[in-house]
């Protein structure tokens, strides 16, 4: 059984206003459960709510996370970018790269996606690295070596001491937003051929790697996925943005995960 503490990270996409993330902390943190302190959490606000969010958060165990972050730093001429050093300015604990959307409709590369793990690596903060192929893909039958080749162009670029400090989420594209998440089947077999990429490369420290699942997770089916043994939490979209469902969800996550129950 896994000893990994469990993650559960709510990635708010264009949604929230600063008045509504700071409602949104405070409600969140009143449906708590005691038992929350056996589990990370975080949410993951427009960058326009990330100062208001940390200081809402100030005192409790949310984690504040960034959507995205400038390949480039740590300052410069890159109109509309915000570097990883701004976002540890304000508070940020990490940041969210290499998400589908980001790579589908702003067209992120592999190399770019490793640029920007890189620049959040450098700056502490931790990054929640997202791998997931298309349902062309898989139907074509090539999902777990579009895993491997977007988890090598990572892979490639850390150091030793790197690979500590990085979280892996696997979201298949074809989960995001559908409500058709992933069989736990497709799910654990993908977490599965990560941790073992991991591990050809790295050794032991895939035993510490956290692997988040992504592609409509809710409260109702959160179990379903932390109670698999290479599934180390969730990365959720719509099911996060309600203060008391997220909520619910961490309570669904601890119910199941080895990790939180100490064994
Ligand atoms: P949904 O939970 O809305 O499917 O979104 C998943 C996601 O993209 C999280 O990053």
New binding site residues.
């Given amino acids: 059984m896994s000893s990994r503490r469990p993650f559960i990270v709510g990635?708010w996409k264009m949604h929230k206003t600063v008045a509504e993330t700071v409602g949104y902390v405070a409600e969140f943190a009143s449906h708590l459960p005691s038992s929350s302190s056996g589990c990370d959490m975080a949410i993951a606000p427009p960058f326009t709510a990330l100062s208001s969010a940390v200081a809402a958060a100030h005192g409790t165990t949310l984690q504040v996370f960034a959507q995205n972050v400038a390949a480039e730093g740590p300052s410069g001429a890159f109109t509309g970018e915000v570097s990883a050093a701004m976002l540890k300015e304000v508070g940020c604990q990490g940041v969210?790269v290499g998400?589908s959307?980001r790579r589908r409709y702003y067209g992120e590369t592999d190399a770019v996606v490793a640029m920007k793990t890189r620049r959040a690596l450098d700056a502490q903060l931790l990054p929640i690295v997202?791998l997931g192929e298309t349902l062309a893909e898989r139907e074509s039958g090539a999902a777990l070596e579009v895993i491997a080749r977007q988890l090598r162009a990572i892979t490639d670029t850390l150091t030793d001491a790197d690979v500590h400090r990085i979280v892996i989420a696997y979201?298949p594209v074809w989960?995001?937003?559908?409500g058709q998440a992933a069989t736990p089947d497709i799910a654990q077999q993908m977490h599965r051929h990560i941790r073992a990429i991991w591990e050809a490369t790295f050794g032991a420290s895939a035993d510490t790697l956290r692997i988040l699942y992504?592609?409509?997770?809710t409260a109702d089916n959160i179990a379903e996925f932390t109670a698999l043994s290479d599934v180390d939490g969730a990365?959720?979209?719509?099911?996060s943005l309600s203060p008391s469902g997220f909520a619910n969800l961490v309570r669904g996550a601890l119910a199941t995960s080895p990790a939180s129950q100490g064994v």
């Fill in positions: 990635n969210i998400h959307e997202c979201e989960a995001i937003g559908t992504g592609g409509s997770v990365l959720v979209g719509g099911a």
